[in-house]
C-alpha cells in the first residue's frame, strides 16, 4: 500500500503566525482530530511546535530549521508535525506548557513538545538550534533520538506520558478544596510582592524584568486601602521607570513586553496589545493620585500608538507586533548618533543627552531612546523642543521597513483594552477615546459571536470558536466598564447574558469555571486558569466581574455566587498566591465590595473622585435621586427624595450592601474616600 503523503497546509489558516509557516517544508498540520488520527494510523509521534507570530526565538528557529531542506526532510520522515498559534490556540498552550514544567524545563516559546497519538506528551523543550550551542543539542539529533526511543522503547515513553498526565491533571484540573480566604489578603499579598522589589531599579526582581501589571495594582490597592507609604514609592517608581526606560517606545508610544536587563533600558521590542491595556489602567491610576503630568502624556501616546498602529478598519485591535524587521531584532526601533545629527542638526545634542544616545551606542553599537537619567523636567518649552525632535525621528522611522503586525483580533486582550480605554476616557473627559471603545465593543459582538457566544480569534473574517473563559472574563469587565461610563443598560444586560453562557458551557461544578467549553473536542483534558499569564488569569477576570456584577445589580444571589468562588479560587491559589496576584485582586473586590454614587455631578466632586482613583470601587454618575434609588438599593433616611429631585450634588459611598449617609459636601466626599 502506498503511504499516504502529507503536504503543509497551513495556507488555509486565518492565524498570521501559521501564515508565516506555509511555505516551509516541513509538512506541517493544524491541531485537531484528524493530525491526532494520522499519528495513530502512521505509527509516528507527534512533533508539535507552538509560537507566536511576534516571538523573536520564534523566527531562529522557523529560519534555522523549519526553513531548511534537510531539517524538514528529517521531521517529515520521522513525526507528525503540528503547529499551533498560542495566542489562538491559548488552552492548548496551556496543557503542554505545563507538561514541560512538569519535565523540569523552566519554559518559553518556541515551545516543542513530542507526544503520542493521543496527544499526551512524553518529552519536550523550547528552542532547538540547529547546531550544537548553547549548552542545547542539534535539532536533528534531538528527534533522531526521539523517534528511537518511541519505535525502540514504548514502555518508557508510556511511563513518561503517564507521569505527565497524572502531574496535568493535578494541577490543571484538580477540583481542590475551597478555603475561605483572609480577610487581610492584599496586604499580606503586597508584603510578599515588596519583599521582591527591586529597589534600585523598580519592579520585580532582576533580569528580565516585566511589566507584571497584576503585582502593581496589588500595590496600588494596599495603598489605596491602607496609605502604606511603602506600596505607593515602589508602585510609582514602578511606572515611572517603565515609562521612562528603554521599554517604553519614546518616539512612538506603548511599552514593548519585557526587558531583557534589571534596569529597563534592553526591551524584547515586540508590542503586546495586552500589556498596553494594563499600562493606561495603571497610569490612568497613577494620574488620578498624583496629578503628574508624565503619566498623562504616556497615556495619550500610548492611545495614539494603538490608533496608528494597531486598530483595524473594522473596528477591533490587532495581537501584536512583531519584535523583528528586516530578520534582526529591534532593528526598526534602534538609532545611530550620526543618523540622530543628519535628522535634528543642531538640536541634536540636547536630544542625544537626554535620550541616552552617545557614539558607542547603549546596545549592541546602536541607541535605544530612553530618559533613564534625564526624565521629563518641569521646564515646558524644553520639553517642547525635545517633542519636536522626537516628531522628525518618528517621521523618519515611518520610512524604515515596518515590524509584521499580528491582525487576529483576540476577545479577550481587546476586553482589556476596551475597559482601559472607557476609563481612560472618562478620568480625561476624552469622548475620541471612549468611543474606540465603544466600536471595539461592537465589533466584537457584531462579529465575533453567534447566538449570544462569543468567538476566541478573528482574523480575515474568520473566526475560532467556541471562546475561552477569559474572553467571557475580560469581555464581561469591558461591559460592565462601559455601563459605568454610559449607563447604557445594554452594557450591563450583555454582561447578564455573558455570565448565563459560562454557567451553562463552562462551569466547573466547584464553584469555578474551566478554561475551555464544555464542547470543545479538541483537547486533552478542560483546565482551570487561575495563575497570572502577563494578564490576570481567566478566572480572576470573571471573579472580578462577577462582583461587579453583583454589585451594579444590588444582587444577594450573584453576591453569594462570588463568595462561593472567591473560596473555590483561593482553595487552589493559596498554596502560590504570588503566581495568582490577579486572583488576590478579584479576591478582594469580593471581601470589599465598594460602590460610589454621584447624583447631579459638580466639578469640584468629580475632581474630588478622579483623584481619588480606586480599583475596586465602582463609580456611577446619575441624573436624579430616583436613579440613585434604583443604583444603591434604597437611600439612606436622613435624604428627603419625594420628588427625586436632587439641586445640588450629593455621593451616596456604600460598602457591600450598607450606605453611608449622603455626602453633599466635595470635602467631605475627598475625606470619605481617602478614609482609612
Known amino acids: 500500500m502506498t503511504e499516504p503523503r502529507l503536504s503543509n497546509v497551513l495556507g488555509a489558516s486565518a492565524s498570521p503566525y501559521l501564515q508565516q509557516h506555509k511555505d516551509n517544508p516541513v509538512h506541517w498540520q493544524v491541531w485537531g482530530e484528524s493530525a491526532l488520527n494520522e499519528a495513530a494510523r502512521s505509527g509516528k509521534p507527534i512533533l ?34 503540528i503547529k499551533v498559534d498560542r495566542e489562538e490556540r491559548s488552552d492548548i498552550d496551556q496543557i503542554y506548557m505545563a507538561a514541560l514544567h512538569a519535565m523540569g524545563e523552566q519554559g518559553g516559546w518556541p515551545l516543542t513538545m513530542f507526544l503520542n497519538s493521543d496527544g499526551e506528551p512524553f518529552w519536550g523543550g523550547t528552542y532547538f538550534p540547529n547546531v550544537s ?84 495594582e496589588t500595590l496600588w490597592r494596599h495603598w489605596c486601602m491602607s496609605g502604606s507609604s511603602d506600596a505607593h514609592g515602589a508602585a510609582l517608581q514602578w511606572l515611572r521607570a517603565m515609562v521612562n526606560g528603554g521599554i517604553y517606545d519614546h518616539l512612538g508610544g ?19 496589545l495586552y500589556d498596553n491595556a494594563q499600562l493606561i489602567r495603571s497610569l490612568t491610576w497613577a494620574h488620578g ?11 495619550d501616546e500610548t492611545i495614539t500608538w494603538l490608533v496608528r498602529e494597531m486598530h483595524l478598519p473594522e473596528g477591533g485591535f490587532a495581537s501584536s507586533l512583531d519584535a523583528d524587521s528586516e530578520g534582526e531584532e529591534g532593528r526598526f526601533y534602534v538609532w545611530s548618533k550620526a543618523e540622530i545629527e543628519q535628522l535634528l542638526g543642531c538640536d541634536a545634542d540636547d536630544f542625544c543627552k537626554h535620550y541616552d544616545v552617545s557614539e558607542a551606542g547603549n546596545w549592541e553599537g546602536k541607541n535605544i531612546l530612553n530618559r533613564l537619567n534625564h526624565p521629563p523636567g518641569a521646564d515646558a518649552d524644553h520639553e517642547k523642543r525635545l517633542a519636536d525632535g522626537r516628531r522628525r525621528l518618528l517621521n523618519a522611522r515611518a520610512m524604515r521597513i515596518r515590524p509584521d503586525r499580528d491582525d487576529k483580533v483576540l476577545a479577550d486582550w481587546n476586553g482589556l483594552m476596551i ?34 457566544r462569543l468567538a476566541h480569534a478573528w482574523c480575515n473574517d474568520v473566526t475560532t470558536y467556541p471562546a475561552l473563559s477569559s474572553d467571557y472574563g475580560t469581555m464581561m469587565g469591558a461591559a460592565l466598564t462601559l455601563f459605568q ?50 494578564s490576570p488569569s481567566a478566572n480572576a477576570s470573571i471573579l472580578e466581574s462577577l462582583a461587579r456584577l453583583a454589585l451594579l445589580n444590588d444582587d444577594a444571589a450573584l453576591s453569594g455566587q462570588a463568595t462561593t468562588m472567591a473560596s473555590a479560587l483561593w482553595g487552589r491559589v493559596k498554596d502560590m498566591p504570588m503566581a495568582a496576584s490577579g486572583a488576590v485582586n478579584a479576591i478582594a473586590t469580593v471581601q470589599v465590595p465598594k460602590k460610589l454614587v454621584l447624583v447631579n455631578p459638580a466639578k469640584d466632586f468629580i475632581e474630588v473622585i478622579r483623584s481619588a482613583p480606586d480599583p475596586s470601587r465602582i463609580d456611577l454618575i446619575v441624573g436624579d435621586l430616583e436613579t440613585a434609588h434604583g443604583m ?4 439612606p433616611p436622613a435624604t428627603n427624595h419625594d420628588s427625586g429631585k436632587q439641586k445640588g450634588a450629593m455621593a451616596f459611598l456604600c460598602h457591600g ?20
Open 48 to 81: 508539535l511546535s507552538i509560537g507566536y507570530a511576534a516571538c523573536h526565538w520564534c523566527h531562529v528557529m522557523a529560519h534555522e530549521s523549519f526553513e531548511d531542506p534537510e531539517t524538514a526532510a528529517v521531521m517529515n520522515e520521522l513525526f507528525i508535525n
Open 133 to 216: 550551542r548553547y549548552g542545547r543539542p542539534d535539532f536533528i539529533s534531538v528527534m533522531r533520538s526521539i523517534a528511537h526511543i518511541y519505535a525502540a522503547e514504548p514502555s518508557k515513553v508510556t511511563k513518561n506520558a503517564a507521569a505527565v498526565r497524572s502531574h496535568l491533571d493535578r494541577t490543571l484540573a484538580d477540583v481542590g478544596t475551597p478555603s475561605g480566604p483572609p480577610t487581610d489578603i492584599i496586604s499580606r499579598q503586597a508584603k510578599g510582592i515588596l519583599s521582591i522589589v527591586d529597589r534600585k531599579n523598580g519592579g520585580i526582581g532582576q533580569a528580565p524584568k516585566f511589566p507584571n501589571a497584576s503585582m502593581l
Open 254 to 272: 506603548g511599552l514593548a513586553r519585557y526587558t531583557v536587563d534589571a534596569g529597563w533600558l534592553v526591551p524584547h521590542f515586540e508590542k503586546m
Open 289 to 299: 493620585k498624583t496629578g503628574n503630568d508624565l503619566f498623562r502624556v504616556r497615556i
Open 419 to 452: 475597559r482601559a480605554l472607557a476609563e481612560a476616557g472618562q478620568h480625561f473627559e476624552r469622548p475620541d477615546w471612549t468611543n474606540l471603545a465603544v466600536n471595539a465593543f461592537d465589533f466584537i459582538v457584531g462579529s465575533m459571536s453567534n447566538k449570544g
Open 485 to 534: 461610563v454610559s449607563g447604557d443598560s445594554r452594557y450591563l444586560e450583555r454582561a447578564e447574558q455573558w455570565l448565563s453562557v459560562l454557567d451553562h458551557h463552562y462551569d466547573d461544578g466547584a464553584g469555578s469555571y474551566f478554561y475551555t467549553a464544555n464542547d470543545s473536542a479538541d483537547v486533552l483534558l478542560r483546565t482551570r486558569h487561575e495563575h497570572d499569564d502577563a
Open 632 to 635: 444603591i438599593g434604597s437611600i
Open 657 to 676: 450592601p450598607v450606605c453611608l449617609p449622603p455626602i453633599d459636601d466635595a470635602q467631605e466626599l475627598k475625606s470619605a474616600l481617602n478614609g482609612r
